[in-house]
């Protein structure tokens, strides 16, 4: 039915939401969790006004943020996740300390 497909893609548009931050989030001294970018989301609806899709675009606000940070900051969150991840040894990635994105000497995600 119509209805049930639309919550489900709106769910997934929603689920979207988090991996799209973690490229966009950094940690600031004044938020853990601070929003460096913007995005605009095109949402397609069918004649009836059921959700059917939905195109996003994202861009940087705070480029310099992906190579530099300040003390107790962090650049985009995405990097710190890759390099503690499960298929860091795959990639052959180095622990976070030993690229020059540790500036900020805080690499480390909680949780």
């Known amino acids: 039915d ?23 989030n950094a940690r600031t001294v004044r938020n853990d969790n601070s929003s460096r970018f913007g995005k605009f989301m095109k949402v397609q609806f069918t004649e009836q006004g059921f959700l ?5 675009v994202k861009y940087l606000l705070e480029k310099s943020r992906i190579v ?4 107790n900051e962090r ?6 996740l890759l390099v503690q991840g499960a298929d860091a ?10 690229y020059h994105t540790n500036a900020g000497s805080c690499v480390n995600i909680p949780g």
Do not use: D
Request: net charge positive; hydrophobic share 40%; no cysteine.
């Open 2 to 24: 119509q209805k049930t497909a639309a919550q489900e893609v709106g769910s997934k548009i929603n689920m979207a939401s988090p991996i799209l931050e973690s490229f966009g």
């Open 89 to 98: 040894a795959k990639y052959n990635l180095k622990p976070a300390e030993t």
């Open 68 to 71: 530099t940070a300040s003390t």
């Open 52 to 56: 059917v899709g939905a195109f996003t």
């Open 75 to 80: 650049v985009y969150h995405a990097f710190y």
